[in-house]
């Protein structure tokens, strides 16, 4: 999926993120405020008010709200079409009762900004720039345009003109304001929580071929003193009955067949994860082993393993954990997907800290994005650049999220930079994987007890 086929599926997913109920007990909240507001004005503050069309204005309101609830059932997700529909109701009921009461004059016309914050929360861009205009409009109009607010002793309430327009001014920039930034926030929640469900499936998948591993070496383990004794047998009577071509014939197909068998278990036991000797591997075997599927893509990885220092010679080992082993392996995806023609990898260590580091040849991070690698969907080269290096796919930042968010749970931390170009003629990323030694236990190997029998479900 692009980064354009995302946006596109966010946008049709944001409107059903909220639920109709939320939106009737937000109102009938609102209905509840006007009511009261209403009924402090003229009890308590003798304002003479066009009480009659107020009190039918909050009744069409409550109505509406009724009805709603009466049709539809509490859980219904709304629509693009029905969120907006309801948002725009509540901007005109609104206006119309600060039309009734002063218009602007009101110090209740900041509730304007309520509709167009919700709006930008679950709405489409376009509905929401849609209904951010039309607040801007009505405040504008109610400015000019409102039924005055009249004391208890005839005098007209009103605002200064120039507190008036900035107030007016004050409403313009709070709903553009307001408007952006819960749009931002709402969309960087989403897309963060999209991207954390994204890192747990494929540290879910990597663990499920770890199991699977695990479970093809127990199963040849198993099966290799059976068939041995079927080969062993076969070639026992192939012997005795040698003077029978048609049961010679039989028994070799039996024995060619156990003799298959083995081999196909063999092979597939050979990245068994289950033997506790392997659970541990030396560093650059590990990253050997997540470099494995991109060894064969064109480009050439090249290997630099050894210690910083003449005083570090203890060879690092690390677990072979499943996020360890993905995390390098997205690194090195995207390394191989954007080099020329090479790819560097360095291991080194010191008696404090352990080193990865995995650099290519080609054109570098841009730097409009060199500070947010790592954050979820931010797409690290152009377009263009996706288009000509992996032709038929475009990534949406996913990789490099996955792979910083489960090396940093190992304990690692990632720098991300381009090389100078005196390293390589035309720049190149270079990327960090830093693990201190006493978070990884990389002291050197200890008995590590005997094997553990599968145990399946």
């Known amino acids: 999926m692009s980064d354009i086929e995302f946006e596109m599926f966010e946008e049709r997913r944001r409107s059903d993120w909220i639920r109709l109920r939320t939106l009737v007990t937000l109102r009938w909240v609102a209905l ?125 309430l009103a605002l200064p003109g120039l507190f008036q327009f900035g107030f007016w001014i004050a409403l313009v920039i709070a709903v553009l304001f307001l408007a952006i930034y819960a749009r931002q926030v709402t969309t960087e929640m ?62 070799d197909l039996i024995h060619a067949q156990a003799t298959r068998c083995r081999e196909i278990l063999q092979s597939m036991g050979q990245a068994g994860k289950d033997d506790l000797q392997i659970r541990e591997a030396l560093i650059e075997a590990l990253v050997q082993e997540a ?26 080992i690390m677990p072979r954990r499943p996020e360890i082993v993905h995390g390098l392996r997205n690194l090195i995806q995207n390394a191989v997907d954007f080099a020329e023609t090479t790819v560097d990898i360095t291991i080194s260590w010191t008696k404090t800290e352990l080193r990865v580091q995995i650099s290519d040849d080609g054109a570098g991070f841009p730097s409009s994005v060199l500070g947010r690698i790592g954050d979820p969907f931010v797409s690290q080269r152009s377009a263009m650049v996706d288009v000509q290096k992996r032709p038929g796919y475009s990534g949406m930042g996913l990789g490099m999220f996955i792979a910083k968010t489960l090396l940093e749970r190992s304990g690692a931390r990632l720098l991300f930079r381009n090389s100078p170009r005196q390293v390589y003629g035309s720049g190149g990323a270079v990327i960090d994987v830093i693990w201190p030694r006493q978070v990884l236990h990389t002291k050197g190997r200890v008995a590590l007890g005997e094997n553990q029998k599968n145990v399946t479900t």
């Open 32 to 156: 509840l405020g006007q009511t009261i507001a209403l009924v402090v004005a003229v009890q308590l503050f003798g304002l003479q008010l066009q009480t009659g069309l107020a009190a039918m204005t909050v009744g069409v309101s409550v109505i509406v709200n009724l009805v709603i609830s009466f049709i539809y059932p509490d859980n219904k997700r709304l629509r693009e079409r029905e969120a907006f529909y309801m948002i725009v109701f509540d901007i005109v009921q609104l206006s119309v009762m600060l039309y009734l009461t002063g218009g602007l004059n009101n110090p209740f016309a900041m509730l304007l900004l309520a509709p167009v914050t919700i709006a930008a929360a679950v709405l489409h861009l376009s509905s929401t720039v849609m209904l951010g205009a039309a607040a801007i409009i009505v405040t504008t109009l109610l400015s000019q345009f409102n039924l005055p607010l009249i004391s208890a002793t005839g005098q007209e």
């Open 291 to 316: 470099a494995e599927p991109h060894a064969g893509r064109g480009k050439t990885i090249t290997y630099d393993v050894g210690p910083a220092g003449p005083d570090c010679l203890d060879h690092p």
């Open 190 to 251: 989403h897309n963060m929580g999209e991207a954390l469900l994204a890192t747990q499936l494929a540290l879910s998948r990597e663990q499920k071929l770890t199991d699977l591993g695990g479970v093809v070496a127990a199963t040849a383990h198993e099966l290799g003193t059976p068939l041995a004794t079927i080969m062993l047998v076969s070639g026992e009577m192939r012997d005795e009955l040698g003077d029978d071509p048609d049961l010679v014939e039989d028994i």
